[in-house]
């Protein structure tokens, strides 16, 4: 009973880390552990529940919620010309000498050399998992200017699927912006995927800008500048993975 006891007494109120990471105001929290929209480590949680924000596994209404401490989220706008890792042999700028150096940050997924756009950084492994595994189906949008002039027959094959050397492509949504600018939604991550569909089709890619993640996007973020998410994008991003579960299979 004693062990019990102190158990029972041990980490934080639950509705208070929910207010902390700014899921809502501590009434908005007590309401939602009551409405037993709460799980913590696959249990339906109970209002005076205490919890261990550095172990517990927090979900609500089925998305996980990061609380526990030190975890950071930056949104990058990655221009030409700088990698997508951590270091690089050959010398070459990286995306993480462009946001904070501490708490050391991991880019989520990947964008080539070339290719400029929107990237996320963080320290949270469990959603950068989510995030670039294919099952979540989270979306990525890019815009393409490409050579020469796409025509609907071309924009079809996109929409249906290219047959590529690794496999067709799963359907993606295709749009002419102009006259050779694509906007090109997809859920997978293969290597140079969009540059590779643009090429089956007959209109290599000549710049490629990635211009949203899932539900983040940011039409102000300039080349080379970063900002921290706020915490209802992280929200969204942490909804957008567990609606997602299962909904695109890896083709």
């Known amino acids: 009973m004693a062990d019990l006891a102190s158990t029972a007494h041990e980490g934080e109120r639950l509705q208070k880390v929910l207010a902390r990471v700014g899921v809502g105001s501590r009434r908005t929290c007590e309401a939602l552990i009551a409405n037993g929209q709460v799980t913590v480590d696959g249990e339906i949680a109970v209002l005076g529940r205490r919890v261990d924000p550095d172990t517990a596994l927090i979900e609500v209404d089925g998305a996980p919620i990061g609380v526990r401490p030190g975890l950071v989220y930056y949104l990058l706008n990655k221009p030409a010309g700088v990698v997508t890792t951590t270091a690089d042999p050959q010398g070459r700028p990286t995306v993480v000498e462009l946001v904070p150096a501490e708490p050391r940050v991991f880019p989520v997924g990947r964008l080539d050399a070339d290719t400029e756009g929107l990237l996320l950084l963080t320290n949270d492994g469990e959603l950068t998992y989510r995030l670039t595994h294919p ?9 393409a200017e490409v050579q020469g002039a796409p025509k609907r027959a071309a924009l079809r094959r996109l929409r249906e699927g290219i047959e590529l050397e690794d496999g067709i492509t799963a359907p993606a949504r295709a749009t002419l912006v102009d ?25 290599p890619v000549m710049r490629l800008v990635r211009t949203r993640i899932g539900p983040i996007f940011d039409r102000s973020l300039m080349p080379g500048v970063w900002r921290p998410l706020a915490v209802d994008e992280i929200r969204a991003l942490e909804v957008a993975v567990a609606s997602n579960q299962g909904a695109a299979p890896e083709g």
């Open 135 to 143: 099952s979540y189906g989270v979306e990525k949008e890019y815009v």
């Open 179 to 203: 006259d050779s600018v694509v906007r090109l939604t997809i859920h997978e991550g293969r290597n140079h995927q969009v540059r590779r569909m643009c090429e089956a089709i007959g209109h």
